[in-house]
């Protein structure tokens, strides 16, 4: 079977999403335009287009949910050692830096 992008409820969910966002943000840009052509100010953004975006919110929430995949647990014990880390090795040991400068070797604080 062929998988397609938008084979999925979660890939469907998110581009609902970014279009119910994008008409919020189309519906306050008219709005203000509205508000400019009748003289009154701006207060702020209506309720319905605030519900609007978090309903497009809550919907790309979902599909970026999709998007991962399976969820699989996380193992308890490591399979195989951990890798070996800078700070044991002596190469990476310096003494000569800028944090010197901080506090000089003759003056204690």
Known sequence: A????????????AVAGFLVVFHACYSVIAYRNDLKIAGDEFEGVPF?????????FGA????AVG??????????EP???PPVTMEKSDDFMTFTHRGRALNPPGKRA
């Open 2 to 13: 062929r998988h397609g992008m938008l084979d999925n409820k979660y890939h469907w969910s």
């Open 48 to 56: 319905l287009v605030v519900i609007e975006c978090l309903i497009g």
């Open 60 to 63: 790309c929430a979902w599909g």
């Open 67 to 76: 998007f991962a995949g399976e969820l699989v647990p996380i193992k308890a």
């Open 79 to 81: 399979v195989e050692l």
